[in-house]
């Protein structure tokens, strides 16, 4: 297979040995990948791939057609559409997966909005409803909504019956966050002024924290899942006790097997039918050749972006 | 009746219309109460007594004999021994509680140890297992070990079977805490050099919880329950990420009735058997007459002493 493989700080195509699958893995024929924030932080020498994962190649998620089933499975998967997310190794033409990961893909979805499906709506709905018990009435802030997991939050929090305010750095995207669902679309600077907010979900960090620990309603829960605006923030303790609010944070990546295969199972079973209808779907930026991976990576580092940013793969 | 009353500051003995029962009620004839740093702080002006509570009548917890019952209170209470946290009004020789808030007090212990009971030892309940979820073989961190929560805590978490670090400014009463139960007994400077924990119980605030966030085991809860060392902390918010911790903090004051009665329905079920057996107790450093409520506070906001300040009643 060809992979995209970080070579001192660089992305090349190389030439790989094709995965063989385990006894209860499939391998996944790619037909796109998205790019995330952790591909970025890997190629710089943080957040490595966790064991078991390829050390060199990166790529959270990716989608396609299951091309080898191991034979423990005993599910008809060969040929089926799916995406996954992985511990690593998705930016490739060929991707194992452990059989119980796979999200099943709608037929009427384009490869390049399945390839940006799972990383963003697998974190989102963790983060919403598994960390942050979100049910529907309350009051969501999404901070960074513009992004992957921004976007995805918010149509998943409208979804659930939640009143969405997004926040974002500029007004350049409130109109296409209010289509999919926000109630309101704010600036940072405008954060103080809103009404109090029942769950903040954090995907900035320290910057975007510092306002919406001034908006917080009592029991109010914050979910961090993104630092990439700074990670340390000043939190006024007294503040958290008399609310009685909550801050917590994960990264999905360095779940267990039987951990993500649970998180999988509710994407399955609570996400993918809202997706079957259009409910839900993957905003998509801009999509690469696998060969362009370096452009790509350097278009998903700019600002001012809206949606998902994909490698395509032709086979 | 007599009440410690809070006037510009400071605190006089006045005499007050003794309460009349609620339907629900009961009035105890208060034997001894605790003195709790909330006490001073409302002193202060800051931290004013909820709705329903006395105003400026001091106290949040007290201990004595039920001397009226309200018309609706089925249960035979009646010169039973007991003691509760109120919203304020404990520093009193007669204090109303509601009938489903009373901890009933074992025979033999003193009333100074049964009025310093209630509110550490809900408090450090609450927070240990409602709010942190600890369960036996888990590492417990006690930032702040030597107040009344403090030890309370301890005891607690010895019983319940967790491995306790005990965490002071000073060594000087590390034989103590030893005694209570602590597995281990530390300064704040040595927080950083110790096995990594499960809970923190922190007491303290900004400057010990600073130290704490670097001993965090994975799924790590801090409940924080103190500030008195500082309110506001740098939190790395990478580091809840990555270990999926959990931050939150709570007062028992702010509750509702309904809300406290689920607390107290706990302790006396879970500690209050305990509290027979002698496997937990109240360490008293001192107790002075409800006329020397001024030395007493005084007293209480010194530091060294160990164990909880009372006031006693001589009815």
Redesign the interface.
């Known amino acids: 297979m060809q992979a995209v493989v970080i070579t001192d700080g660089n992305l090349e195509i190389v030439e790989r040995p094709t995965p063989e699958p385990g006894p209860y893995d499939v391998v996944v024929s790619v037909r796109a990948a998205g790019i995330n924030a952790a591909d970025l932080l890997q190629r710089q020498g943080f957040y490595p791939a966790p064991a078991g994962s390829p050390v060199d190649i990166p790529g959270l998620e990716m989608a396609g057609v299951v091309s080898a089933v191991g034979d423990r499975v005993t599910e008809p998967l060969l040929g089926r559409r799916v995406c996954a997310i992985v511990g690593g190794g998705a930016q490739a033409t060929h991707c194992l997966v452990p059989a119980e990961h796979l999200i099943f893909v709608p037929d009427d979805v384009s490869w390049a909005e399945a390839g940006g499906f799972a990383e963003a709506f697998t974190t989102a709905h963790d983060a919403l409803v598994t960390q942050g018990h979100l049910v529907a009435g309350e009051r969501v802030l999404v901070s960074g909504a513009n992004g992957g997991v921004g976007t995805a939050a918010v149509q998943i929090a409208h979804a659930l019956g939640a009143h969405v305010t997004a926040v974002t750095r500029t007004t350049q995207h409130h109109e296409q966050l209010r289509s999919l669902g926000a109630d309101a679309t704010i600036t940072l600077d405008e954060v103080s002024s809103i009404d109090r907010v029942d769950l903040v979900l954090?995907l900035v960090?320290?910057a975007n924290?510092s306002q919406a620990q001034n908006v917080l309603a009592p029991r109010a829960r914050i979910v961090?899942?993104g630092?990439g605006g700074g990670?340390?923030?000043?939190?006024?303790?007294?503040?958290?006790?008399?609310l009685?609010?909550?801050?917590?944070?994960?990264?999905l990546r360095?779940r267990s097997r039987e951990e993500k295969a649970d998180v999988i199972a509710q994407i399955n079973q609570s996400l993918v039918p809202r997706w079957t209808d259009r409910e839900i779907h993957v905003p998509v930026a801009r999509s690469f050749e696998l060969e362009e991976a370096t452009l790509a990576y350097e278009y998903f580092a700019e600002s001012g972006k809206f949606g998902k940013v994909l490698l395509r793969v032709d086979q």
């Open positions: 954090e960090g320290a924290l961090v899942i630092v990670s340390r923030v000043e939190i006024d303790l007294r503040l958290i006790m008399g009685r609010a909550t801050l917590t944070g994960s990264t360095a």
